[in-house]
């Protein structure tokens, strides 16, 4: 194995910059990991050789320079990217080459990062594990019969297998946390509206926000500024200066957080965690306090309806928001043999092209807000919403983030959750919350528990994405990283 | 008793522009019952005097400056389309549905 892919991006950067190797080597040899492992890993959906070797060149020839200029990249494939197929991993979307690049996708070339290639994900991001993606699952590369999370799978794994040293994922209850979690990386979700949704082909409007998937904290952090910041293009996008996150990480990393204020959510103690992630996580929490930290218990009623409300909104905006998927525009058709109608193409179309978890979804999202259900569920939800924002806010009064697991348990082996729906939804207690209240969360790795890794979750207020830098950092040079076994 | 029918089920499908198996029904009827009394928990709070939150970003009418801007060529956007006839999306007929 080349040694460039296991170098850190910020490690990566500065040798591209000093012209001790060139852009061109650095993504050669992460395509050519991919080319090793990605049958057995299966992280990507598509693979882009000649688009990465282009931009590694144009960094080469020092047509863009920049703090990540030439580091490569994986893009999970629900991002639009010009030219280069984007399914969003549905049968509905397959082939389809968008004529547009998300903004996220834009910024990323602007910085002279090479996108390597679209990483695998539940369908339209729906799932914790990949096995809803319509083109196979993901395999975790510390054991390769193992969920690596989701729906971010791909991103998750192309990092933990050394395919890329940085990758996106996108977060709407867990997509970015929780698959770093379970593959021992970093993943962070940022405030809601601190980065672009244009070109982000939508799950659940109100929740879904990009975010950077790095293998250490400062990787994360210099991913995260080069895509977060204000975009006319989204309409919801936050018109205020991104926080400095990386200078954040960087003081964290000197591993002092004395007067740090770290909030226990008391309603999170009894909820289930594998006894192998509890205990990891309460090593790291004496880990924190050793570093100068405080524990404070807080209260957050109204977090155990979190995970109720959170499968009332959005599948309710699921299924209004992939309405767009009727065999006119884009994508699939089914069934036109000329003597069917429109409406007839579109249901068998519809019903071809998405799997079951989307299916599932846009039924009970349409439930939700029928006419008659709509009060008691769709408007109730977004009245707990409210009431789970408040709970936040008070918290925020007495600590200066939350701290809990990122999921309840390690990486499962592959069907044990399937065929019980709401036994994958569980995957997601611990880091919905955060994406009904819009405030930024992280994933560090924290320890393993019988060999796999577990995630060690920071919340903090919303456009104070700094704080849970500083304090993922602290953790990490405490606790180290952690290296899955040769593939 | 169940929360949810398969005829409940089925018709919602039909709304869904989903058409789905009678495997697929059965199937879908059983697990989203139970999702269904799960979510159902959020009745359990009192929040008759909360407002709603549709949002966490406070934002109400976002404008920009009535500015042309280069977009999509006619072509760039029929790219994707499954069928496009004289620069224009092609559909199945639209009229006599019910006939």
Redesign the interface.
């Known amino acids: 194995m080349s040694d460039l892919t296991r170098l850190s991006a910020a490690d990566l950067a500065s040798r591209i910059a000093k012209r001790e190797v060139s852009a061109v080597e650095v993504a050669t040899a992460h395509l050519d990991r991919i080319a090793a492992v990605d049958e057995r890993v299966h992280a990507f959906l598509h693979v882009d050789r000649e688009g990465a070797l282009a931009a590694a060149k144009r960094v080469d020839d020092g047509e863009i320079t920049g703090p990540l200029a030439g580091v490569p990249i994986a893009v999970k494939d629900v991002l639009t990217t010009k030219g280069i197929p984007t399914t969003a991993a549905s049968k509905i979307l397959e082939g ?5 690049d998300a903004t996220i996708v834009e910024r990323l070339k602007n910085a002279g990062m090479p996108i390597l290639g679209k990483t695998n994900m539940d369908e339209f991001a729906m799932g914790s594990s990949t096995e809803y993606s319509a083109y196979g699952p993901t395999n975790n590369p510390w054991d390769l019969g193992r969920i690596p999370g989701g729906s971010g799978g791909g991103s998750a794994a192309a990092l933990a297998a050394y395919e890329a040293p940085l990758a996106i994922g996108t977060d709407t209850g867990g997509s970015i946390r929780q698959p770093g979690a379970v593959t021992g990386t970093v993943g962070a979700k940022p405030t ?2 601190g980065t672009s949704r244009y070109g982000l082909i939508a799950f659940s409007s ?1 929740l879904d926000t990009p975010g950077p998937c790095g293998r250490t904290v400062e990787d994360t952090a210099l991913l995260h500024a080069v895509i977060a910041g204000h975009d ?1 293009r989204d ?2 996008s ?1 018109q205020q200066a991104v926080p400095d996150v990386v200078a954040a990480a960087r003081l964290g990393a000197t591993g002092d957080l004395t007067g740090v204020k770290l909030g226990l959510v008391k309603e999170f103690a009894g909820d289930g965690s594998e006894p192998g992630v509890a205990a990891a996580f309460r090593e790291s929490l004496e880990a924190l306090v050793k570093l100068g930290a405080e524990v404070v218990e807080v209260s957050c009623p ?1 977090f155990q ?1 979190a ?3 959170y ?2 909104i959005a599948p309710s905006e699921c ?1 209004s928001n992939l ?1 767009r998927f ?8 089914s069934g ?1 043999d ?1 003597s ?9 179309t ?2 071809e092209g ?1 799997g ?1 978890e989307v ?2 979804r ?3 999202g ?2 939700a807000l ?1 006419s008659g259900y709509y009060d ?2 769709y ?9 789970i ?1 408040r709970d936040f806010q008070s918290a925020f009064e007495q600590v200066d983030v939350l701290v809990s697991p990122t999921t309840p348990f390690v990486a499962f082996p592959f069907g044990s959750r399937t065929s ?3 036994q994958m ?1 569980l995957a997601d207690l611990f880091t919905i919350p955060t994406n ?3 405030g930024p969360a992280i994933s560090v790795p924290c320890g393993l528990a019988e060999g796999l890794p577990v995630g060690f979750q920071i919340m903090a207020p ?1 456009m104070a994405d700094d704080r849970m830098y500083r304090v993922a950092a602290a953790l990490e040079s405490a606790v180290g990283t952690f290296t899955p076994p040769a593939l | 008793m169940a929360a949810i029918s398969r005829e409940e089920v089925a018709h919602l499908a039909r709304l869904s522009r989903l058409a789905v198996t009678e495997e697929e029904l059965d199937r879908f009827a059983g697990q989203l019952d139970v999702i269904l009394q799960s979510v159902a928990r959020v009745g359990e709070v009192a929040a008759e005097d909360i407002p709603p939150t549709s949002h966490s970003v406070p934002l109400t009418n976002v404008y920009r400056d009535d500015v042309p801007t280069p977009s999509l060529t006619q072509d760039e956007a029929l790219s994707g389309a499954p069928d496009a006839y004289e620069g224009r999306f092609r559909v199945p007929r639209i009229l006599d549905e019910e006939a």
């Open positions: 389809w080459k968008p004529p547009y809601y509206g109100s006319p309409s919801t936050i109204n309806y995970l109720p409300a499968y009332l299924s309405a009727d065999g006119v525009r884009y994508g699939l058709r036109d000329g069917r109608s429109l409406e007839e193409v579109m249901s068998l519809r019903d998405f079951p299916k599932r846009i039924i009970l349409t439930y029928s008691a569920y408007g109730q939800a977004q009245k707990v919403r409210t009431l924002t019980d729906p709401y939804y009904l209240y819009g919303t």
